[in-house]
């Protein structure tokens, strides 16, 4: 008899447990329409920014960057004149684009602190099978509606973290600074293509070698035109 | 000694020979340019294909700096061996029709003689190479257009800017002319030694050769000559086309990265040319000139 009650309440406590978790998604999906309806504030943007590329394996000066967006998530980032080297299928991912996604499933996994800011952390699952993303965590500042950094990992691109500071245009969600963090593959080419003739390079530790293989693409913005219209011409 | 060089550039370009060189990196740079215009994006996609699988490249990759670097990669190592035709021919070329004997019964001293020449075969040198300039830089520029410069190297890639480029090409043909004396000063050298033009040519193409094989193995062994060999620094030239970084990995605009490896090349060089013509006079001027 007293077996039958210990198993009874087992039932009750995973049946409490299975709710508070449903109750738990369901206060974080509000969150995140919460996000995204401030997001959804802004129809179209442009802005003005400047890119610095940090890759082990490249040498890039700063340039000066135009970023286009338009609802629901068409985004383009193009080089003052130039040519660009952004991470792979990485920088069009933004925040927009990862919120629109319409059917998704988003799980608290508790608190952290990003930048001296205290957020929650919300993992968000895409319903559809087809989409690239695989999981994306997002720590949220709830106060603001404003996420700060997200982690997403991607079927095709890997995980890339993005990492946003908001100042004047964080009323809209749009952050003044964005940092992106990737990994890259190791680029090495024969000397015989390229014609190099020295023989004194130092062969790296495995410790370069890992920290070779995380890259930086850092954006800050100077200024933002948002919804004044645009045409789709821009993002072809 | 100015109506001597002159004397000298006219019997150079009365010669059909001279023409060869100019007509071949015309002809060289043109297919070359007929080519990238043709089908330059699946090149541009076949050079890429070890970046692009972290990195993404957009823009206009292959404009006409990057066009005038391929060139110039390509060429810059066959175009010593059109030099030699004409360096190498120079005293043996004389000796070979018999007329050195009669000019050296000129009052002209024998050094002032041989430095006529050899100012001579260096100005025609520096004539190929504008002309090089003209074909692979302006006028790429003018088909191709011009952007950033694009570059892969062994262990990174490098971006430059597009005002950021074109010193640098001044600079890289300047080196270049260097090291092509170096060629026109061995080729001039080895021309002492023969009454017939052939010789002296194959043996400076040769030299050209084996030290460009030996520059270019990557065996141990081999590495404590390569220093030495005038060939590793010929290409010292391409040392302008990679850029400083600062400490947050920001290239630096208009800096080189390394310009004593530039410097040190360019001396190696000098003292090569140098080399060579001082032996020049010194065998020239003890020479029993018999034809």
Known sequence: ?236 | MWTLIQIELFKIFRRPRTYIAFAAITGLIGIIQFGLKLDGDSYVDFMMRDITSSITVEGKILNGYQVCYIVLQILLVHVPLLIALVAADMISGEANMGTLRIMLTKPISRTRFLLAKFMATVAYTLLLLVWLAVMALFVNMLIFGTDDLFLLKSQYVVLLKENDIFWRYVWAFGFAALAMTTVASLGFFFSLFAENSIGPIVATMSVIIFFTILSTLNIPVFNKVKPFLFTTHMIGWKEFFDIKVNEANEAIVGSIQNPQKIMQSALVLVLHIIGFVTASILVFRKKDILS
């Not at chain 1, 997001?39 to 890759?55: C, F, H, I, N, R």
């Not at chain 1, 023989?199 to 790296?204: S, W």
């Open chain 1, 1 to 236: 008899m007293t077996k039958m009650i210990r198993i009874k309440k087992i039932i009750l406590l995973l049946i409490a447990a299975l709710f508070s978790v449903a109750v738990n998604a369901q206060d974080m999906t509000g969150l995140i329409m919460k996000v995204k309806a401030k997001l959804d504030q802004v129809s179209d943007y442009e802005a003005d920014g400047k890119m610095k590329t940090d890759v082990a394996f490249i040498k890039a000066p700063v340039g000066k960057v135009k970023v286009y967006f338009k609802k629901p998530n068409k985004f383009r980032l193009k080089k003052d004149g130039g040519i660009s080297l952004l991470p792979r299928g990485g920088v069009s991912v933004n925040m927009n684009s990862i919120i629109t996604t319409a059917d998704f499933i988003a799980l608290a996994a508790g608190e952290a602190m990003v930048g001296g800011t205290k957020t929650k952390v919300v993992k968000l699952l895409p319903a559809n099978e087809n989409s690239d993303i695989v999981l994306t965590t997002m720590y949220i500042d709830e106060a603001n509606l404003l996420v700060k950094k997200a982690v997403t990992s991607t079927k095709e691109n890997g995980t890339y973290e993005i990492e946003m500071s908001y100042g004047a245009f964080g009323q809209f969600g749009l952050p003044d600074k964005v940092v992106f963090s990737f990994n890259t593959k190791d680029y090495k080419l024969p000397k015989g293509i390229t014609l190099e003739f020295d023989d004194n390079e130092k062969e790296l530790t495995e410790a370069q070698k890992i920290k070779n293989r995380k890259g930086r693409v850092e954006i800050t913005y100077t200024n933002y035109l948002i919804n004044k219209g645009m045409s789709d011409s821009v993002f072809k």
